[in-house]
């Protein structure tokens, strides 16, 4: 948990948070003494500014999100996974975590909040979550950065299928706001390799149109198309300081995301 983010915000609010228990070189101030009196414990009030960092979600859950191909789960479900991960090790940290979920719009923003309850909250939206519609992704970034009222940690989930110069502009809002800015680029593995048998249909799952072709004919100018599409999101990504991540579905969970904490480690 330790090295995920940086720490460089620590202060003080009138918005109450939660209550921890007191530990040893706490200030006394903190210590809420009507919560004493009824229990002869001691607590310590927290508020929403005295989290470390407040971090700020986004998941993209339009169609092509549930894309999954064969021995793997979906690219919602894998981004889902790692949400409710890091949503867990920030709320550890004392972070205020935050959650909005788009496709052509913005369907859900949860703002940030930092207590264990409201993690069990998060878990609930993700539950339920189902992908639907087209993607407007510039649209719905413009719309969250214009909710983001002090800067943070913004973490923006998304298999990136969509206008790419338009949708790069968009996140460069969030660096406007001096943001820490990461990005998880989530696909499929044959998404990457394209590695399909004979002949095959493919529909595509945000306008439902359909082309049949033969994938092994296709096969080098797709991988080399698509090679080409990462690595303009990278590149773009790096030269505005971003931190950008591919992951592939059928990379074990675990092991994604314990190599990205451990980069995340050595960087701060």
């Given at each position: 948990m330790v090295g995920l983010?940086?720490?460089?915000?620590?202060?003080?609010?009138?918005?109450?948070?939660?209550?921890?228990?007191?530990?040893?070189?706490?200030?006394l101030r903190s210590v809420d003494w009507r919560v004493f009196g009824?229990?002869?414990?001691?607590?310590?009030?927290?508020?929403?500014?005295?989290?470390?960092?407040?971090?700020?979600?986004?998941?993209d859950s339009s169609k092509s999100m549930g894309y999954a191909s064969d021995k793997t789960i979906s690219k919602i479900e894998y981004a889902s996974t790692l949400v409710a991960a890091l949503s867990y090790l920030m709320?550890?940290?004392?972070?205020?975590?935050?959650l909005t979920i788009y496709s052509d719009k913005i369907h859900k923003h949860l703002p940030p909040k930092s207590s264990n309850s409201y993690f069990q909250q998060i878990l609930r939206e993700l539950t339920i979550l189902e992908t639907s519609s087209n993607t407007n992704t510039a649209e719905s970034l413009n719309s969250v950065a214009e909710k983001i009222k002090r800067r943070g940690l913004v973490i923006i989930i998304s298999d990136f299928f969509d206008d790419v110069d338009k949708t790069l502009k968009a996140i460069k809002h969030?660096?406007?706001?001096?943001?820490?800015?990461?990005?998880?680029?989530?696909?499929?593995?044959?998404?990457?390799?394209?590695?399909?048998?004979?002949?095959?249909?493919?529909?595509?799952?945000?306008?439902?149109?359909e082309l049949t072709t033969q994938p092994y004919q296709i096969q080098k100018a797709y991988q080399e198309a698509m090679s080409e599409f990462t690595?303009?999101?990278?590149?773009?990504?790096?030269?505005?300081n971003f931190d950008y991540n591919l992951l592939d579905t059928s990379t074990p969970f675990d092991k994604a995301l314990f190599s990205y904490i451990q980069k995340r480690s050595r960087l701060h």
């Amino acid at each position: 948990m330790v090295g995920l983010h940086k720490s460089p915000y620590h202060g003080f609010s009138v918005e109450f948070s939660q209550h921890r228990p007191y530990m040893q070189g706490d200030n006394l101030r903190s210590v809420d003494w009507r919560v004493f009196g009824k229990t002869e414990k001691y607590f310590i009030k927290q508020y929403e500014e005295e989290t470390n960092l407040r971090s700020y979600i986004i998941l993209d859950s339009s169609k092509s999100m549930g894309y999954a191909s064969d021995k793997t789960i979906s690219k919602i479900e894998y981004a889902s996974t790692l949400v409710a991960a890091l949503s867990y090790l920030m709320i550890k940290q004392q972070d205020a975590v935050s959650l909005t979920i788009y496709s052509d719009k913005i369907h859900k923003h949860l703002p940030p909040k930092s207590s264990n309850s409201y993690f069990q909250q998060i878990l609930r939206e993700l539950t339920i979550l189902e992908t639907s519609s087209n993607t407007n992704t510039a649209e719905s970034l413009n719309s969250v950065a214009e909710k983001i009222k002090r800067r943070g940690l913004v973490i923006i989930i998304s298999d990136f299928f969509d206008d790419v110069d338009k949708t790069l502009k968009a996140i460069k809002h969030f660096a406007h706001q001096k943001n820490e800015v990461i990005i998880f680029q989530i696909l499929d593995p044959m998404e990457r390799s394209f590695g399909f048998g004979k002949d095959a249909i493919f529909k595509d799952l945000e306008t439902d149109e359909e082309l049949t072709t033969q994938p092994y004919q296709i096969q080098k100018a797709y991988q080399e198309a698509m090679s080409e599409f990462t690595n303009k999101i990278k590149r773009e990504c790096l030269n505005s300081n971003f931190d950008y991540n591919l992951l592939d579905t059928s990379t074990p969970f675990d092991k994604a995301l314990f190599s990205y904490i451990q980069k995340r480690s050595r960087l701060h």
